[in-house]
C-alpha cells in the first residue's frame, strides 16, 4: 500500500486534531506536530488555517460523492433516481464518524463564506438533478426529511433509535422510488 500524500497526512492530521480537541483546538501547529509534517511544510500545502479548513471541506465533499457511488450500488437498481441515491447517502453517512461533521459545522457556522463553494454545488444538485419540477414538492418534502434525520444524528438529537431510523430511512426510499423521473428541470430560485 502506498504512502499518503504530505496533503493527505496533513488533512488526515487535522480531522484527528477536530475529532480528537474540537475545532477551536486546530491550529496549524497543532496539525503539524499530529502529521509529522514541518509547519513550513504544512503551509507549503495550506498556507492558511482557513484554506486548512477549505481543503477539509473539499474532502467532505468528495467523501459525499465517494458514498453516492456506494448508495447506487446498493441500492440494486439499474439507474435508481438520484433522490433515492442522496436519501441513501445520507443515511449511509450516519455511520460514518458524526464528530468531524459536528465540528466542521461549528466552524462554518462562524465563518459560513468556507462553505459558499459547497452551497452552490448543492444548490445545482438539488434543482438540476434531484427534484423534477412536476413533482418539486413531493420529491422536497422526502430530501429534506431525510436531511433533517441525518442533521438529528450530526447533533446528537435523534429521537429514534437505530431501529426506527432504519424503518423511517426506508420508507423515505420507497416514497422516492415511486416519484416520476423527468429530465426538466425545475426554476432556481432568484438569489
Given at each position: 500500500?502506498?504512502r ?18 474540537g475545532?477551536s483546538h486546530?491550529t ?6 499530529r502529521?509529522g ?12 488555517k ?13 467523501q459525499f ?5 456506494k448508495?447506487?450500488e446498493?441500492l ?10 442522496e ?16 465540528a466542521?459545522?461549528a ?14 454545488n448543492?444548490?445545482?444538485r438539488?434543482f ?12 422536497s ?6 436531511v433533517?434525520l ?7 438529537l ?6 426506527q ?9 420507497r ?16 438569489a
Amino acid at each position: 500500500m502506498s504512502r499518503p500524500s504530505s496533503k493527505e497526512a496533513i488533512l488526515d492530521a487535522a480531522e484527528a486534531v477536530v475529532i480528537e480537541s474540537g475545532a477551536s483546538h486546530m491550529t496549524l501547529d497543532a496539525v503539524a506536530e499530529r502529521s509529522g509534517i514541518s509547519k513550513g511544510g504544512l503551509i507549503y500545502h495550506f498556507p492558511t488555517k482557513e484554506s486548512l479548513l477549505e481543503g477539509m471541506i473539499d474532502r467532505l465533499s468528495e467523501q459525499f460523492e465517494h458514498l453516492r457511488e456506494k448508495a447506487r450500488e446498493e441500492l440494486h437498481q439499474d439507474t435508481p433516481s438520484e433522490l433515492m441515491v442522496e436519501i441513501r447517502m445520507l443515511q449511509g453517512k450516519a455511520s460514518q464518524n458524526p464528530r468531524l461533521s459536528a465540528a466542521l459545522l461549528a466552524v462554518t457556522a462562524n465563518q459560513p463564506e468556507l462553505i459558499s463553494a459547497m452551497r452552490q454545488n448543492m444548490r445545482e444538485r438539488f434543482f438540476d438533478v434531484l427534484v423534477p419540477e412536476e413533482d418539486f414538492l413531493a420529491s422536497s418534502i422526502l430530501f429534506f426529511a431525510a436531511v433533517g434525520l441525518h442533521f438529528h444524528d450530526l447533533l446528537s438529537l435523534s429521537l429514534l433509535d437505530q431501529k426506527q431510523k432504519t424503518r423511517v430511512y426506508e420508507e423515505l426510499l420507497r416514497l422516492a422510488g415511486e416519484r416520476p423521473r423527468s429530465d426538466s428541470r425545475p426554476s432556481e430560485p432568484k438569489a
